[in-house]
């Protein structure tokens, strides 16, 4: 249950707000908080609802992308394990470099990668050697083959400096560091890096399970007949795809009629199933905003307006023992407050330690609408151009028009004490996760 008087919440350039989210419940329209809380705020009730991390698992390496470590990994070997050639040439010792002119040494053996001289490189002697191969003992500079003549068992090297071309013993790793911590997501070079430690697997966190369904009578199944009045159903989709993309997994609810006692049997059969529940459609003000009505009786449900555009209505609780939202039906606006709401609860029920995407700065390439005292979130193209990063919008900014968020990268982020916003003026923008 969501309650009690929320402190405020600042964030860099953010909005002060000392709404208490379910203080006001009934005292709004059809049972929203008659004031509107910041986006801020709600960011931070929703996780604070977030009480537990997801159970750890162990994986092989290979099935690691995108997982999120349950552990620290802390090497238990120098990387690389010996000082090693950094070309393919002759190994010396410092002191038989020439200060001036050449000297010849003799070659006493040939060692490829992977193999081992045994014994100590003495005075006037040189080991050819391949990339990656140990040094000897007594070696300390490597002479790339380009730089050296060579005719039988006697190589001839000019002057240099002592010391080079050598990789050194745990020069990447050191035994005994955390080399990558826990609640990171493990990209390509993190799996990589763990089977350069010798780890066939590696302790996850179990992924979010996230049921989602779709609410009202208005909407139709792709792929089958839709009836005059329906618009085909593209909210489950895309939130599927943000919840795969967000390192949860999603299960698919269908769609459910606006019929209260299915709506109530549908929802518990998900939360039954899943950490997370996802609705969207349902929760504004409509006569046949049954999510609303259900929930209201599941008693742990708080109805948002969050000031921000777009996407107002928001529900967000908990049904039985998996976390609530109720997203708006309009579909930019549920991947919207997906976006700044499910995702960074995903994040850390799935053990991250970072929870909210990177935001930067650009230039207004043209001027933007905005109401002062609610965080408005614009399609944005970011581009780099005359040694800047330059964004503009993608057009009409409708709630409605899905297409503006597959013209978009990003979202141009216009916090609360803004108005309107000139062109050539600074901006935030927070690049969509994977483009
Ligand atoms: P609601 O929040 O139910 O009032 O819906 C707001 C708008 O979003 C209406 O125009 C709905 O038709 C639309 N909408 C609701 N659910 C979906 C969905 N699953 N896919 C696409 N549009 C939807
Ligand atoms: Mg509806």
């Known amino acids: 249950m969501i309650g009690g008087v929320i402190g405020s919440t600042r964030e860099p350039g953010g909005y002060r707000s000392t709404v208490a989210p379910g203080g006001n419940r009934g005292a709004g329209s059809a049972g ?18 977030v009480a537990r991390v997801a159970a750890p698992e162990v994986i092989p390496l290979d099935a690691g992308l995108g997982r999120v470590l349950a552990e620290d990994v802390r090497a238990t070997l120098d990387v690389p394990p010996t000082d090693n050639s950094a070309v393919d040439g002759y190994a010396v010792r410092s002191a038989d470099i020439p200060a001036s002119g050449t000297r010849e040494l003799t070659v006493v053996a040939e060692l490829a990668a992977g193999a081992v001289f045994e014994t100590t490189l003495g005075p006037g002697e040189a080991l050819r050697i391949m990339t990656g191969a140990p040094i000897p003992a007594g070696a300390d500079t490597v002479y790339p083959q380009e730089l050296v003549e060579r005719a039988g068992r006697v190589v001839r090297i000019p ?82 795809g943000l919840v795969e993309a967000a390192g949860g997994e999603p299960t698919d609810h269908g ?41 209201q009786e599941a008693g742990g449900i708080d109805f948002w307006q969050v000031a921000m555009q777009p996407g107002r209505p928001l529900a967000v609780g908990r049904i039985g023992p998996a976390l609530f939202f109720g997203l708006p039906g309009n579909p930019v606006a549920s991947m919207l ?40 979130f614009k399609r944005g193209i970011l581009s780099y151009a005359s040694d800047r990063w330059e964004v503009r919008t993608t057009g009409p900014q409708g709630s409605g028009i899905l297409t503006s968020m597959t013209l978009a990268n990003c979202f141009v982020v216009i916090d609360e004490e803004r108005g309107d916003v000139a062109e050539g003026e600074t901006v935030s923008v927070e690049p969509f996760p994977g483009g």
């Open 32 to 49: 929203y908080n008659a004031r509107m809380i910041s986006v801020a705020d709600a960011q931070a009730h929703v996780l604070a609802l």
């Open 159 to 240: 002057g240099g400096a002592p010391g080079v071309n050598v990789r050194h013993r745990g020069e990447d790793v050191r035994a005994g560091t955390v080399v990558l911590p826990a609640g990171v997501a493990l990209r390509p070079q993190e799996l990589g890096v763990a089977a350069s430690l010798g780890l066939p697997q590696l302790l996850v966190r179990q992924k979010p399970r996230v049921a989602i369904l779709s609410t009202g009578d208005e909407v139709a199944e792709p792929g089958h007949a839709r009836k005059p009045g329906q618009i085909f159903d593209s909210n489950r989709f895309s939130l599927h």
């Open 255 to 295: 769609i459910v009629p606006d019929l209260y006692d299915v709506l109530h049997a549908r929802l518990r059969a998900a939360a039954a199933t899943a950490d997370v529940v996802l609705t969207s459609g349902g929760v504004s003000v409509g006569d046949h905003d049954l999510v609303k009505a259900v929930l």
């Open 337 to 376: 407050t997906f976006h700044l709401f499910v995702r960074p609860a995903l994040w850390k029920l799935g053990g991250r330690r970072e929870l909210f995407p990177p935001r930067f700065h650009a230039v207004a390439m043209e001027a933007m609408s905005k109401k002062a005292g609610r965080r408005e």
